[in-house]
């Protein structure tokens, strides 16, 4: 489970399975493993927490607070009485879908292993209960905490001339998901070989080929639209420090070329996926088709920028303690929010109408 986790994120791990048996539990829960992010403060999970002041020490109360009524700990013998070994710790299913969550995040990322980074992302996105219920208590916003990973992420990567491009991040994401779906199909057909039991008709290469798509292409754009922006914004404020500050003009036109830049590779990596994964050559998409996606990536790409001035905005609010404009300023971050929550259901749902029905009149 664990081979493609990073130096970091095997500590995160490790450190989980101590809070369990601090805390003298049986299972490993989400608070164990969200608690375990903020032991070391150098990594981008631990950081994007701060910048909301949930560190070890406070989460570390809230966490014992909430685990002191929590009901996944009654059928327990030896919580909060005996000592369990470390050998004796296991991982709740919970927790096992936030590791599975955290390679699709290592993959959305383009990166070949699983870093702290992406298990906070994963705590978030599944939306799980008691994580939230901890970081609200905190007075975390979830979608601002997303944020702040995403744009610590991009400031890590501006001066890393390899950082992920968006076309070879999908098609080996998608490569690698197809693969190991494939490799599913193939323990079984071993499995019911030993059973001697037959099975009904399994999937071909094209229609897993399909699922994963539909599956996952709209949440590898949705990842790799914002990370590129963040990047961006990143790239440009280190240009500024270096050769001084950018005229805005210019800045306009690099930020408006570069959201053309994405819709051209978006298209072109479409049009390699139907070319080479579902052997579609004669049923491309059609300009119309080409033009919803990319209308959506635009929109996308245009809202995370009016996110990025709005933070420097409040920021500057914060600092002045301007608390009526910070009112107004939150009012507007909620809002793109949602409206960011409406672009990725328009954005599956474009993607689901242009494969699918492409796919059906093969």
Not at 71 to 89: C, D, H, K, M
Not at 132 to 137: D, I, M, T
Not at 229 to 238: A, I
Request: proline share 2%; hydrophobic share 40%; glycine share 2%.
């Amino acid at each position: 489970m664990f081979e493609k986790f990073d130096e970091a994120a095997a500590d995160v791990i490790s450190a989980s399975r101590h809070e369990c048996l601090r805390l003298r539990t049986e299972v490993v829960l989400p608070e164990h493993l969200l608690l375990a992010l903020t032991r070391d403060p150098a990594n981008i999970a631990a950081r994007a927490l701060a910048t909301m002041n949930i560190k070890a020490d406070n989460l570390q109360q809230e966490v014992e607070r909430s685990l002191r009524s929590d009901e996944r700990l009654e059928n327990q013998p030896t919580a909060g009485r005996g000592t369990v070994s470390f050998e004796q710790i296991c991982f709740s299913e919970t927790v096992r879908q936030i590791f599975d969550r955290s390679h699709d995040f290592r993959r959305f990322f383009g990166r070949s292993q699983v870093a702290p980074e992406h298990i906070l992302l994963s705590i978030v996105d599944l939306k799980i209960e008691a994580t939230e219920k901890v970081l609200e208590e905190l007075g975390a916003n979830l979608t601002f905490l997303r944020r702040q990973i995403m744009s610590l992420v991009a400031k890590e990567d501006c001066l890393n001339p390899s950082a992920p491009v968006v076309r070879h991040t999908v098609i080996s994401g998608l490569n690698e998901l197809i693969l190991e779906k494939l490799e599913g199909v193939e323990s079984l057909k071993r499995l019911a070989q030993l059973a001697a039991t037959s099975l009904s008709k399994m999937p071909e290469r094209s229609e897993i080929g399909l699922m994963v798509i539909l599956a996952y292409v709209p949440d590898f754009l949705l990842v790799q639209t914002a990370y590129q922006r963040y990047l961006l914004e990143e790239t440009l404020k280190l240009l500024s420090r270096r050769c001084g500050s950018v005229d805005n003009q210019v800045s306009a036109t690099i930020v408006e070329s570069s959201a053309q830049h994405l819709r051209q590779e978006v298209r072109a990596t479409i049009e390699y996926i139907w070319s080479h994964e579902l052997r579609l050559l004669n049923q491309m998409p059609d300009e119309a088709e080409h033009d919803l996606i990319g209308s959506v990536i635009e929109d996308l790409w245009w809202t995370h920028s009016e996110e990025i001035a709005l933070h420097e905005v409040f920021d500057e609010a914060l600092d002045d303690y301007r608390r009526k404009q910070q009112l107004n300023l939150q009012k507007r971050r909620i809002e793109i929010a949602q409206r960011l929550t409406k672009l990725r259901s328009r954005l599956e749902e474009t993607i689901k109408q242009c494969f699918l029905k492409r796919s059906l009149s093969a």
